[in-house]
């Protein structure tokens, strides 16, 4: 089926006015995985190409770890909770059923009584793009002026952790940042999004919604209730669709592949990001790459990335960002923007 082709936009004066990032206490490595799981030493680290990741304690939650990525980024804008219109979420986990993620980040955050405005926007793993475009239009329509965006996803729990080659390359973490219209410079320069629901089954947990409820369903539960991944299929078709992507991009944007600064990828596994940059063309020294120490954390991977890269100062005012990654559903979207 053909699609039409969207229309080129303007630039829109959107900027990225704090960031900051946060992470549980404990640190797993690949070497504790070995041990624990019985392989010879080395391995875990081999298959999953990382070396540790950080995983939740039990008191830890979303909305505890969103919350403390808050803070950073606020302070990074020099801004106060009472100075955001909005407060949204864009994690690909859930605390829980309902109500959303981002008010019971607004509760974690003291504002119960505030009535500031707080919504979701799941796009899974791809959650940190879909939502920038998204929120992109109405703070240049002004109907906000500062949106606090927070992507935080605890993984650990639906993992079969037996499955090196999938509990191997997760971690958990939280990412935020603040958003609001620029007075010049900083401005997205493009973006897109696609879905191509064909590969929906490769990335799934059936369990947390109407669909395999427990009261609805003559099967065991608990097998439902942990993420599976056909990573190979994944694989395929992503490697497929992502050149064509970021030819648009660039097409929109109206700049080469040279005049980029820097690639923040989704960090969705070792072998994806090494074939990305590759089959993208760009060297690996333009890629922000967190993941041998972090792990796939899901929607949280990418903006924890762009703040790490923020914070020690590679990723500069004015410099050229591509934003590009993948998501279950399976969905595929990229931005460029000027930081």
């Known amino acids: 089926m053909q699609t039409s082709q969207p229309l080129p936009l303007a630039p829109r004066p959107v900027t990225i006015l704090g960031s900051g ?42 909305a505890s770890l969103g919350a403390i990525a808050a803070h950073h980024a606020l302070r990074a804008a020099g801004l106060k909770l009472d100075q955001i219109d909005l407060i949204a979420c864009a994690s690909g986990t859930m605390d829980q059923g309902m109500p959303c993620n981002a008010a019971l980040l607004h509760r974690e955050l003291g504002l119960g009584q505030s009535g500031i405005p707080a919504m979701d926007i799941n796009a899974s793993c791809l959650g940190f793009i879909a939502a920038v475009d998204t929120l992109s239009w109405p703070l240049i329509a002004g109907r906000y002026r500062r949106i606090l965006l927070v992507c935080s996803d605890i993984a650990s729990c639906g993992l079969d952790w037996q499955h090196v080659e999938v509990c191997g390359i997760f971690g958990d973490g939280a990412a935020a940042v603040v958003l609001g219209v620029s007075d010049g410079g900083p401005k997205i320069i493009a973006s897109s999004l696609k879905t191509f629901s064909e590969g929906a089954h490769l990335c799934q947990i059936p369990a947390g919604g109407s669909r395999f409820h427990p009261r609805r369903i003559d099967t065991p539960f608990e097998p439902l209730t942990s993420f599976s991944m056909h990573g ?8 497929k669709h992502l050149p064509t992507l970021m030819d648009e991009l660039l097409t929109q944007a109206g700049l080469s592949q040279a005049q980029i600064d820097w690639v923040i990828p989704h ?51 004015g410099q050229r960002l591509m934003l590009i990654g993948t998501g279950a559903g399976l969905s595929l979207g990229g931005m460029v923007l000027e930081y």
Do not use: C, W, Y
Request: without cysteine; charged residues 20%; aromatic residues 2%.
């Open 21 to 62: 990032h946060a992470l549980p206490e404990r640190v797993v490595t690949s070497a504790e995985l070995d041990a624990e799981l019985g392989l010879v030493a080395g391995s875990v680290a081999r298959i999953s190409g990382v070396v540790q990741r950080h995983v939740a304690s039990r008191a830890e939650t979303a």
């Open 267 to 317: 960090q969705a596994s070792q072998q994806a990001m090494q074939h990305a940059a590759k089959r993208l063309g760009f060297s690996p020294e333009k890629v922000i790459d967190i993941f041998s120490r972090h792990g796939n954390q899901v929607a949280a991977s990418l903006p924890t990335a762009l703040d790490i890269a923020i914070r020690d100062q590679r990723i500069q005012r």
């Open 232 to 239: 190979k299929g994944v694989f395929r078709l992503a490697a």
